[in-house]
């Protein structure tokens, strides 16, 4: 695309032009056979993951998946994955369908239970497994005699009543994928995605295990009403997989010797982290165990600020006990996905301090459950990540994650008593390493100001696992405070949603002793309660994330993507984004987040021609000039995620994944020198998009994508270049303003189409930055 000033003679007006090659993007999609603006998603898989030296089946569920033909896991390595099958939406069975499936199941189930009592099954004849009669598409119906009879229970009660469960496109089709993991696969979370014609799916956590895996079959209740052989008690240790249907309570058996010390840990709202269409927005699972007189004997519906429930058990007597999972208020779906760990696993409860300066050598001390050591060795050499993770090892399988941080400000620890008639002095600037011991508590620590200036206090606690409520306040000499913060949020925390750090920039009227007060809002305090507490001046940086995390694209065409700018400790300078790891060929268009904006839309354009691999990774860098040098932050992707109809999170993503479908290449589009567009308040700009005339030159339409609220879209008609349309600028838009517009192209509907036909998707234009001018 090139973009040209015209003459001022030609019109009073800034006019543009772009320049397009024949069939840019306006008609390429359109010959390659896109009918509508197709996306494609997961909401789940399951078993949501396996054991080392294992190969599974598991279903994803989704939309857009049909024509699926391979699953990519991130990381790779000791994974391999193969796409077997797409099953269509579930749709409401006939009565013939109905009775087929009756008589299916009734010739399975007469088949188990002559296997349950050791006698000679009924023979199968050719009609066992066939008929005339279109059965629904399901996974569990493609081999009915190898289905155990709790299997058929929970199939036949699943389609029986298709038609009366609340329909849900997003997960309504599967994809069937074989994955095999090698016995020496590094253990721990990955990510998987399908790769279909539609495009490429958002990532969903799938776990390598390193304990024997177990899956639930419906129905899995010890007490239920069923001729079916209880199952046998599972052998710990164990990773439970399972979902949970609308009123479902799940209960598994488990055999259990004295003084062992159980952990089940649960793994729900970790797997599928936000719901969009549920409140709270995740499966809210609880957990129960049962002595065998039926007993509650420990029960959790989360850890601390955690969804996710932790159980501790110890166990009192040999026996037979009963573990119990279910929604806290009993709903139920596909989506629904659990992982329980059951067994004498490790656990950290807390740990201090809660990280160190980078390169120093930093063991800390660790509580919790079964652990190996006392002590934890952090890894501070120098990195790009502040907040690292770790865990303990106890021979066999890791502890839960571990998070500290790594800093390179002065450190040390907060010593008792630190209170208002003792306060602990320090040196600015420093990191405090600190614990509300005690209920009540309150830590006080004093400065010397040598002049007036401003001064930065941050709590990371909340971040680091810590269930500290922070409340900061600065106050002077006299005891009057200067400043103060409870809850600030953090952006970059995708997976909180109570962002209970403190955080505040104050400044000190004039050179002096002040004091920071840090305490817990809800007065709670314990050996768990750490903190890391920073004082210093500011100390202006960024980080960066991009969305979505998996991009599909034609050859030559173009996406739209959003960076989001965390701006600290005032930092509000220009960015400049790049791609740091390019495969040939691709570029980006508008790639600046200008001074003081938070947010930017970018463009990123494939090219030409088709590339050998249809996956690629990627990597995008901003780079800025702080205090005269410069500083370059690689952005972090992710996917912006809708929590119960109403609240966004940014969700880190492991790897920033391009597919380029192999079709008809375009030709390259380019943007020329004259950016940005510059319109005045109340002005207009005529930009013109030149191709060659056709036939349904006409009948495109364009749309700004979420436009800033000062641009509207003018007229748009055909000139002899091709399309004209002017972009209008509000007479309230402010001089100075600065940001990037996005254009889709739309087809619209024949003379011949439907009157409920759609516009069809035809494409973006490489992004295009602007300026408000006086």
Sequence with gaps: ???????????????????????????????????????????????????????????????????????????????????????????????????????????ARERRLAEARGETPPAVNATTWTSSVELPAHPLLQNLDNLSLRELDHVKSMLMNTGKRQPNAQIAEMVLIEVTVNPDAT?????????????????????????????????????????????????????????????????????????QR????????????????????????????????????????????????????????????????RDSIYRGREDFVYRLLV?????????????????????????GWNLPAARLALDTQPGPLEIRQTSLNNGRIDSNPVLYAVDSLPECIESEPNDARAPQPVMLPCIINGRINRSGDSDVFEFEAAAAGEVVAEVTARRLNSPLDSVLRV?????????????????????LTHHADSYLRATLPEAGRYRVVLADSQQQGGDEFAYRLRLSSPRPDF????????????????????????????????????????????????????????????????????????????????????????????????????????????????????????RRAAQPVRIGSMLPLRITPG??????????????????????????????????????????FAINADAVAEPGFEDNLIVDAYLKPGENAKPDAKPTFIGTLPAIPFQITK
Aim: net charge neutral.
């Design 475 to 495: 106050m002077d000499a006299a005891g009057r405070v200067i400043a103060m913060n409870d809850d600030c949020e953090q952006k970059g925390s995708g997976l």
């Design 543 to 662: 980080e960066l994330r991009v969305t979505p995390s998996s991009i599909g694209l034609n050859p030559g065409s173009s996406v739209a993507l959003t960076v989001y700018a965390l701006r600290k400790d005032g930092f509000d300078g220009e960015i400049e984004l790049v791609l740091k790891k390019p495969a040939t060929g691709f570029r980006i268009s508008g790639g600046r987040v200008p001074a003081k904006l938070d947010k930017v839309r970018i463009s990123l354009t494939a090219p030409a021609k088709p590339l050998d691999a249809s996956v690629v990774a990627m990597a995008i860098e901003g780079r800025a000039r702080i205090n005269g040098e410069g500083v370059a932050r690689e952005a972090v992707p992710a996917d912006d995620l809708m929590q119960a109809f109403a609240y966004r999170h940014l969700v880190p993503a492991q790897d920033l994944l391009v597919a380029v479908a192999k």
């Design 262 to 325: 159980l952990v089940v840990r649960a793994e729900a709202r970790s797997l599928v982290p936000y719901l969009a269409d549920a409140v709270p927005g995740w499966f809210q699972a609880v957990a129960g165990i049962y002595d065998p007189a039926g007993r509650e004997v420990a029960f959790a519906d989360d850890f601390r600020f955690d969804p996710d429930p932790v159980v501790f058990f110890d166990v009192p007597q040999d026996g037979t006990y009963t573990l119990e999972i």
């Design 1 to 107: 695309m090139i973009l040209r000033t015209v003459n001022a003679g030609e019109t009073p007006a800034l006019h543009l032009a772009v320049v397009m090659a024949v069939a840019v993007f306006l008609f390429t999609a359109c010959a390659a056979g896109q009918a509508t603006k197709r996306t494609t998603s997961i909401g789940y898989v399951f078993p949501a993951g396996a054991q080392q030296g294992t190969t599974v089946q598991i279903l994803a569920g989704g939309q857009g998946l049909r024509g699926a033909k391979s699953a990519l896991v991130s990381p790779a390595e000791g994974v391999e994955t193969s796409v077997l099958q797409h099953f269509r939406p579930l749709k409401k069975i006939d009565k013939e369908q109905r009775q087929e499936l009756t008589r299916r199941f009734k010739a």
């Design 683 to 724: 002005g207009t700009a005529t930009i013109t998009v030149e191709t060659a005339q056709g036939s349904r030159l006409s009948q495109v339409q364009l749309q700004l994508n979420d436009p800033p609220k000062c641009l509207t879209l003018g007229d748009v008609s055909v000139v002899a270049e091709g399309l004209s």
């Design 343 to 367: 067994g004498e696993l490790p656990f950290v409860t807390s740990i201090f301090p809660l990280g160190g300066p980078v390169g120093a050598d930093v063991k800390a001390s660790v509580a």
């Design 187 to 259: 253990p721990g979370p990955r990510q998987i995605r399908l790769l279909a014609p539609a495009g490429l799916t958002n990532p969903m956590r799938f776990d390598v295990g390193a304990l024997p895996e177990a899956r639930e079959y419906e129905p899995n209740d010890p007490m239920a009403k069923t001729d079916a052989p209880p199952a046998p008690p599972l052998e710990l240790p164990v990773t439970i997989n399972g979902q949970i249907m609308p009123g479902d309570t799940d209960r598994f058996e488990f055999a259990a010797k004295q003084r």
